[in-house]
């Protein structure tokens, strides 16, 4: 192993290795390849993580599907559509970020995770109005939670006027809270994430600035890349099981 | 230097901006059209249309913007691992709790 590494060196001449590479790998493709599957070993950790709690909606809204059914009723389609939309743009505008990297665009770069950052805060704009509105309406599980929408669904005429929902059973509008935890749950994990991401993407910024992944050296770009893509495909599985698909039952 | 750029270029597949226009533009009129088809009668086949419009998303999303299509043999079968033992997990736990008579509701 030790000789066939002095020999790779000596073929190469070891002094002209880029800065960046570290020296117990071989060569720069390695070292990125290393990284990139270490990043995408971290994914599947969220992959069965998230998946835990998409497990879990599932079975619930088996076991509860009326109440699951009217809950989702109180989501606006408009919001959970606007902000699909603003974070596919943001992963789109981060691909382009991590092709300004590859092809060492500076300014380029500074723009794309700028608007990367802006499109992530838009999406958490959006998410607040959203949240706001279940708090109004006492639709936070723990919290007065109030089943009035449920047990009397002509007092939300909003709501009635678009679904004619009919009362459900207390023991059923009871299970309307399993929805919203769920909602939090989810929604709330998935905004974590992107807050996380939010954060990196502003120390990105920073660094980008002073010069830093348009050297040749992209991997923390390109794997925060990944992520920011990651956490694009979960709200891509989050808005129709949570806005969508219950809008005939 | 132009050694060390060689293989760089190499080694790293630059996608095209030309793709990632047409993988945006693809996903926002998928967005569109998972939205529109929530509001057809379809019965049972809603949320079948809007999960497999999902996945369809989640698929393009990880080929082109992750770089999976142009990625090495062994972060392909990184990936396609996760997804197998992610589907196993998820498919034999719903399979239980839907076919068996436990839990009260």
Redesign the interface.
Known sequence: MSDSTALAHAEHGHEEHPAYLRHHFENVEQQADAAGFAMWLFLLTEVMFFGGLFTAYLIYRNWYYPAFVQASHQLDIFWGTLNTAVLITSSFTMAMGVWCAETRRRSGLVLCLVLTFILGLGFLGIKTIEYKEKIDKHHVPGFHYSLQSFLNPQSDPEIYKEYKDKPLALDMARHTEVYFSLYFAMTGMHALHMIIGIAILGFMIFRARAGAYTNGHVTFAENFGLYWHFVDIIWIFLFPLLYLISRHQ | ?T???E??A???H????II??I??GT??VL?GV??WA??L???IF??IV??L??CI??TI??L????VKY??K??KL??FC??F??LA??GM??AD??SRAW?R?
Do not use: C, R
């Not at chain 2, 630059?14 to 901006?17: R, T």
């Not at chain 2, 082109?64 to 770089?67: A, E, L, R, V």
């Open positions: 230097m050694d060390q750029k293989m760089e190499a080694s790293h630059v996608v095209s901006p990632y226009i993988i945006g996903l926002l967005t998972t939205v929530s509001f009668e379809l019965g809603n949320p809007a999960i419009i999902a998303k989640a999303v990880v082109f913007f992750m770089h990625s090495s062994l972060t990184t990936v996760g997804l033992t992610f997990l998820i736990t719903l709790y839907f839990g509701w």
